[in-house]
């Protein structure tokens, strides 16, 4: 069964920074381009960003309101999937979502980790 | 940007009633169109692939249709089950963006 399980959500204060991670399995993890989104308390869903597999060059690709403080990465020998969040904003508070995609778009997703803002 | 307009924002119907939902982007997008279902506290799961393909998994009574710049989800027989909130989303061009939203509540 494809899955994946997001973790390290928390507190943190404007300012500051926080990594979050997403543990693959059931599919081919080298083979696979993941996505990140995230969801605002009460909002709509955002896209953050993604990356390609390295064998399709591992590049990454992000939302305006986030490129040059997140970082998206990954560690193919953990099948694990990394959001490293640095100069957080209180706007930035949301559940964040890790999905693999297939046919070009996100699926499935995990349950979510929550980051909450604030000082 | 590519920019999504969702149509309605929310409605209500009841069980057994046939529901549309609308989806229209800024710009033409091919088919690259999928819509998510998304249950208070869950994560989205996706329902319709590639604008009208059905997700495996998927009962029947939803569908998709269109391709460049208007699309619909219908759902042609409401279930108790499918109150919730629906989403579109362009894989066409980055940054991808999603659709409002659409709130389907019961009546």
């Known amino acids: 069964e494809v899955q994946v399980v997001e973790s390290g959500g928390g507190l943190v204060k404007p300012g500051g920074s926080l990594r979050l991670s997403c543990a693959a399995s059931?599919?081919?993890?080298?083979?696979?381009?993941m996505t990140w989104a995230r969801q605002a308390p009460g909002k709509g869903l955002e896209w953050v960003g993604r990356?390609?597999?390295?064998?399709?060059?591992?590049?990454?690709e992000y939302a305006a309101a986030v490129k040059g403080r997140f970082t998206i990465s990954s560690d193919d020998s953990k099948n694990t999937l990394y959001l490293q969040m640095n100069s957080l904003k209180t706007e930035d508070t949301a559940v964040y979502y890790c999905a693999t995609m297939s046919h070009g778009s996100p699926d499935p997703w995990g349950p979510g980790t929550l980051v909450t803002v604030s000082s | 940007d590519i920019q999504m307009t969702q149509s309605p924002s929310s409605l209500s119907a009841s069980v057994g009633d046939r529901v549309t939902i609308t989806c229209r982007a800024s710009q033409g997008i091919r088919n690259d169109l999928a819509w998510y279902q998304q249950k208070p506290g869950k994560a989205p799961k996706r329902l319709i692939y590639?604008?009208?393909s059905l997700q495996s998994g998927v009962p029947s009574r939803f569908s998709g249709s269109g391709s460049g710049t208007e699309f619909t989800l219908t759902i042609s027989s409401l279930q108790p089950e499918d109150f919730a909130t629906y989403y579109c989303?362009?894989?066409?061009?980055?940054?991808?963006?999603f659709g409002q939203g659409t709130k389907v509540e019961i009546k």
């Open positions: 990356i390609k597999s390295k064998t399709d060059g591992g590049t990454t």
């Open positions: 590639a604008a009208s």
């Open positions: 059931g599919f081919t993890f080298t083979n696979a381009w």
């Open positions: 989303l362009q894989h066409n061009s980055y940054p991808r963006t």
